[in-house]
């Protein structure tokens, strides 16, 4: 199974990645908790993705009500210290976790859910973290923020962003740029033959190597041209060669102390401190 550094934030993952979405329900939809895949089914799935040398897994806090990363944390307790080392894990948090429960990416509900979701995978710290939609009623600063925070207490080594527009994820890079705050180090989007919308703004910004663009050094989730010109294939072929991304952007793991800062205002260029940074661990704790 051939590996690719995640942009340059020091976490490696496998080129295919394990989506366990139906792990006790269907994605995040609460019509469906308690069906999809058993426990029995979803530890045979993982047990046989590993085996392959898979050793990435995605999941989200809503997947099943969070009843798939329930599953997971059961199956990470029947494996052995190397297994917990070497799995990188993502989870994501957006959506309600039940029929009327709130949603969204307000400070107060990200680091409860981060919390939630750690228990639940009966882990310390989760490698990977990403804002699983674009909350239109939560200002970006303060998502940004919180995000930045759970980097610097060390509950996950990196941030990324899901079912954003190229555009959000621009927005949000400059954001934390301007703040010296912790990146959005990649985008997940859907994207098929079916599904080409992140041609349109996704992969351009992700995968560009221009200057002039906030994101021309993001890594994206997705292995095709951002279009159809020469230029741009060329400059996506490169990013998918062996060894590290030539399109990725630096890490910018924080250090779990430092002062609170106030929310970013544009303008406010006393509050654009740059900050010292320390490159976290991006191991699962034994």
């Known amino acids: 199974m051939q590996k ?27 019509a469906f908790f308690g069906q999809g895949e058993s426990d029995r089914e979803a530890f045979a799935i993982m047990d046989a993705a590993w085996d392959l040398g898979i050793t990435a897994f995605d999941t989200a806090d809503a997947y099943g009500g969070g009843r798939s990363e329930l599953a997971i944390g059961r199956w990470v307790r029947t494996k052995s210290s190397e297994v917990r080392d070497k799995l990188v894990l993502t989870t994501k948090t957006f959506n309600p976790m039940a029929e009327g429960a709130d949603r969204g990416l307000s400070r107060s509900r990200i680091l409860r859910q981060i919390d939630t979701s750690l228990e639940r995978l009966g882990l310390e710290r989760v490698p990977l973290y990403m804002a699983h939609a674009w909350d239109p009623d939560t200002r970006l600063e303060e998502t940004v923020l919180a995000l930045d925070e759970l980097v610097r207490d060390g509950k996950v080594g990196a941030v990324g962003g899901s079912n954003f527009t190229g555009r959000q994820l621009a927005e949000a890079v400059e954001i934390s740029g301007l703040e010296g705050l912790a990146r959005l180090e990649w985008a997940q989007n859907s994207y098929s033959l079916l599904d080409r919308d992140a041609e349109e703004s996704v992969l351009p910004s992700a995968g560009s190597t221009a200057s002039a663009s906030p994101l021309s050094d993001l890594y994206a989730e997705a292995g095709s041209p951002a279009s159809t010109s020469a230029g741009a294939n060329r400059q996506w072929d490169r990013a998918w060669r062996p060894g590290p991304s030539r399109t990725s952007i630096s890490s910018r793991t924080a250090s779990s102390t430092g002062s609170r800062r106030s929310p970013w205002r544009r303008g406010n260029a006393a509050s654009r401190r740059p900050r010292s940074r320390s490159r976290g661990c991006c191991r699962i704790p034994t």
């Open 4 to 30: 690719r550094e995640l942009g340059r934030s020091g976490i490696e993952v496998s080129r295919v990645i394990l989506g366990c979405g139906n792990f006790g329900g269907v994605g995040s939809a609460p």
